[in-house]
């Protein structure tokens, strides 16, 4: 029997799907993606469960759909006396690390300057599964943290370089105020080894390092990037002073030009992120462990980017709900696309089979297994959406309360905001068939309250 694989799964925040190499998005670099998308499987139709960090995020760590785990909105913590994917990942057998922006301790903003949200037995990473690691705060948490007199490991590390008040000073400047976390593209005034995500990546190989050779090893590296606002180092800038990238789609905001540059920064994040995948390959390499390696990338939701006049997530736009997937290492053959309709939930339940772990829910499919489900429900706060061959059904989304709604409470009832889209026809979402096409939309419906319903039991 072979061993059980080491597991690398890399996570940034916010990376939305199209937006890779092997994508085909015009100007978008990620070489070393592309290179473990060509040998291994890419799931092009990949979605979050719930377009919002936290939720995001504890879908995945619960093994269930949005309806079915309680972290509704950022504010809510994954409770650590639920039964969750790292958990059993440890009783398995693994060393479960971590490290970045874990966003399952979200709401308590209690990381300590450990990142361990407390010390020895009563950290509660290690309450959550984990046998070491760092979390830290996202980029706008961290400020608010600091403002809150909340310590943090990335704060302590500025801070003993003395970069702590360069970068909370630069951060005044990219704030939600007049969009100035987008349209702000100046590059950060911090060096390339202070830069989040080079910190990030560099804790993760420290983990890597330490972790005993006779154990495997879940690694979850959870960058902040590309995740506003879209400060770059002036390194990392330089290599898009004449990038070409595609302008949004339906767009009445801004130049071209503006567009561009934001554009630009946002594809540099993703760039630095790919260069470090590029790094941990060659350590594994380096150490004679790649082959024993599964390799995953994805992440927690996508990025707006001015499409449709809209920035951000918690939107039910393809934009914000598609994210970028791949599988590489041992048993895992080199396929075309899937088109199939999974999600986060599904990639947790992926490791926890690769692993040879027992799941704490009965969702979730196995994304090598072959078939898969027609069919997936998403949503977040009041709205729901399901997606079904090409086509694609909101119910319920409101474009002034959707962001603001914190309870995840679900009205059933029929609703004139209804959107339904040809995605096969109109990956944009320009044309709402809702009027069209009665019938579609009717069935949609029904599936997508059949499948509430289940998740809710």
Not at 234 to 244: G, P, V
Not at 254 to 278: F, S, T
């Amino acid at each position: 029997m072979r061993p059980k694989p080491n597991i690398l799964f890399f996570f940034p925040d916010q990376h939305r799907g199209d937006w890779t190499g092997y994508f085909g998005t015009p100007g978008v670099k990620t070489p070393n993606l592309d290179k473990l998308a060509d040998r291994g499987q890419v799931f092009g139709n990949a979605l979050t469960p719930s377009p919002l960090c936290s939720p995001a995020r504890a879908c995945m760590a619960s093994v269930a759909p949005y309806d079915a785990q309680g972290v509704k909105h950022n504010q809510h913590d994954v409770d650590p006396a639920d039964p969750n994917l790292y958990q059993a990942m440890r009783d398995a057998g693994y060393q479960v690390l971590g490290c970045g922006k874990f966003d399952l301790l979200k709401g308590s903003m209690d990381w300590g300057e450990s990142g361990q949200h407390g010390e020895g037995a009563g950290a509660r990473i290690r309450q959550l599964g984990f046998t070491d690691g760092i979390d830290n705060a996202g980029k706008h948490d961290f400020v608010m943290g600091h403002r809150k007199g909340r310590s943090e490991p990335f704060q302590a590390f500025l801070r003993d370089h003395d970069l702590l008040d360069v970068h909370l000073g630069d951060y005044e400047q990219r704030t939600h105020r007049d969009r100035s976390n987008y349209i702000n593209t100046a590059p950060t005034p911090l060096p390339d080894f202070a830069y989040g995500d080079n910190w990030i990546a560099a804790n993760g190989l420290k983990l890597l390092d330490a972790a005993r050779d006779d154990k495997p090893w879940f690694l979850q590296v959870n960058f902040n990037g590309p995740h506003e606002p879209m400060d770059v180092t002036a390194a990392m800038q330089s290599r898009w002073l004449d990038a070409d990238l595609p302008p949004p789609v339906a767009s009445s905001e801004y130049d071209a030009k503006q567009h561009n540059a934001v554009r630009a920064n946002y594809a540099a994040m993703i760039e630095n992120i790919d260069a470090h995948l590029g790094s941990y390959l060659d350590f594994l390499a380096s150490r004679d462990t790649l082959d024993d390696t599964v390799v995953i990338y994805a992440s927690d939701h996508g990025e707006m980017l001015g499409d449709h006049d809209r920035w951000g997530k918690v939107v039910p736009y393809q934009p914000a709900v598609h994210i970028p997937l791949v599988f590489s290492g041992p048993d895992i053959e080199a396929k075309p696309a899937s088109h199939a309709w999974v999600d986060l939930v599904d990639v947790a339940a992926t490791i926890l089979h690769f692993a040879g772990a027992s799941s704490p829910s009965s969702k979730g499919q196995v994304l090598t297994n072959g078939s898969l489900a027609s069919r997936k429900a998403i949503g977040l706060g009041a709205w729901r959406a399901i997606f079904e061959d090409g086509m694609k059904y909101v119910h319920n989304f409101d474009p002034e309360s959707g962001p603001r709604s914190s309870s995840g409470e679900f009205d059933p009832a029929p609703t004139a905001s209804a959107l339904l889209y040809d995605l096969d026809n109109d990956p944009g979402e320009r044309d709402n068939l809702m009027a069209d096409k009665p019938g579609t939309a009717h069935s949609l419906r029904e599936a997508l309250l059949e499948a509430v319903e289940a998740n809710n039991v």
